[in-house]
């Protein structure tokens, strides 16, 4: 039986996974998004200063790619594909059921931070659209019926 707790991954171990490589920014920070689901602002400052990369340098990166958020999100991410086949497959009707049952926005946090909720353009799967993606797991072909009983599974 594993009794140890798993160790927490610093941004110093992200940078060092990557051997401090200027060219390895991208990746740098998708690992940090995985760690911390968002990209703090203090994460970025210590990037900037072990890295010796200007804080707008990195800023520029992080707010030119949609994958990359600046702002706190959830335990649990749901996006919900607004690519064309699941437009035509009712992905509007899925996004207002969610932002009623969550009782939030698009692009906002629930309150307990278990769900953040974002749309996304085409997940790649779009034959089986309607397509909800959460926490990486693909919902496929999901109606607004559905949506109460898996957020319960979150
Ligand atoms: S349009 Fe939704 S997965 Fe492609």
Known sequence: ???????????????????G???AMIAILQDVQEEFRYLPKAALSSIS???EVPLT??????TFYNAFSLKQR?????????????HVQG?????DRMERDLAIKCGETTK???????EVRC??????????RISGNIHPNLTQDEVPKILKNY
Request: charged fraction near 30%; proline fraction near 2%.
């Open 112 to 118: 307990d931070k278990m769900f953040s909720l974002e």
């Open 49 to 51: 200063k072990q890295m």
């Open 21 to 23: 490589d200027k060219t």
């Open 74 to 86: 959830g335990k649990n991410l749901i996006e919900v594909c607004a690519g064309t086949a699941c």
């Open 1 to 19: 039986m594993k009794t140890a707790k798993a160790k927490k991954i610093t941004v110093k171990d992200i940078i060092k996974k990557y051997g």
């Open 91 to 95: 992905a509007a009707r899925l996004m």
């Open 57 to 62: 340098r990195i800023y520029e990166i992080a």
């Open 123 to 132: 997940l790649g799967c779009c034959s089986l659209a309607p397509v909800v």
